[in-house]
């Protein structure tokens, strides 16, 4: 009886200790679950982590995220140059990019320098308004190198195959609406040739490329009333080399002007019209007719850019149109054009579905010598007394009393 309690006890011993050991194999495993699942919370939660941070970076990326920009301006002494580098910059900062920007002072060896500077700082892309777009390929053969894309701004960079792309206004355009605006204004018509007019043209320089495009068109369009005997050179500068202004400078023009009217105007000929350019050139023709001609009469003055000088001189009658060119559209396509190119992409056409302006994607018209660069093109507008409320209206220009003056 004693032996039998005995084995009895001994085996409800026994059960007790595997209930217990079933209850801690239960429980390790419970664990090792729980450890489980908590891992797989972690690495669930690092991945999204880090997939939410790769999304910020390339949501970064996309608006610049500290890629550097290089800009080459040719010289500050233009307001003109002023505003577009100093719009560039400022957008491109706007939307992340890093931006280093240059001034060449009208000097083709500074702009070498400073482009070759530029490259040495490591940009990722260079946009370039040349002095002069002959002098630059050798410079541009390093940054074709570096792999760093250009995109020539405003004026065509000759001889290269670094360019990648072109920006500027229809530039045969401007001259065609200048045109435009003297047959106007005289009421030109070809079937009557019963009264002639007297006009001189005044171009820009021959380093730059834009300056032949504008004065083509001008010329082309008024050639056949000057065939026709309706419009007359009396100083018989009619090619483009004859009625170059080089620099565009203001007093070179000042002095050709007053030469042209001691030599062909001092008798009291009638000078109707002067077909300038841009306003620079058209400041020295204003002050040479102001001082130098002997007419009575208000002489047709044009010109192209909206400096503020010769706002206040439409203003004032001393000229009487300008043809304006939006920097803000034209820094808008290169900034929507930069960017599409860092991000890998080759633009065309499509492009233009992304532009807030008006502009035309050209592969037919800009060949640098190298062959055909791929062009964007925007619309310039023709502005006189009666519509300087439109530039006011574009928030780069605002009054100040009876004259428009830039917007800091």
Known sequence: M???????????MMLSLAACGSSSS???SSTEESSTESTATEESTAAEESSSSEDSSSEESSS???QLIGISMPTKSLERWNRDGEYLKEQ?????YEVEIAYADNSTEQQNNDIANLIADGVEILIIAAVDGDTLSQTLADAADAGIPVIAYDRLIMNTDAVAYYVSFDNYQVGVLQAEFVIEQLGLDLNDTSTSYNIEFVAGPTSDNNAGYFFNGAMDTLQDYIDAGILVIQSGKTTFEQCATEGWSTDTALENMQNTLASYYS???QLD????SNDSTALGVAQALSSDYAGSNDVILTGQDG???????IVDGLQTMTVYKNVSDEAGVTLVL???????ESPDEGLLDSLSVDAAYDIESYDNGNGIVPSYLLVPWTVTVDNLQDLADTGLYEWDGDYLVAVE
């Not at 019209?273 to 300038?276: I, Y």
């Not at 400096?307 to 001189?313: E, F, I």
Request: hydrophobic residues 55%; negative net charge; charged residues 15%.
């Open 92 to 96: 491109f900062e706007a939307m992340g």
């Open 26 to 28: 239960s429980s390790s």
């Open 2 to 12: 004693k032996k039998l309690l005995a084995l009895l006890m001994a085996m409800a």
């Open 338 to 344: 930069a960017e599409a190119i860092l991000n890998g």
């Open 307 to 313: 400096d503020v000088a010769n706002l206040a001189n």
């Open 267 to 269: 008798d009291g000929t």
């Open 64 to 66: 610049g995220g500290g």
């Open 273 to 276: 019209v002067v077909l300038a």
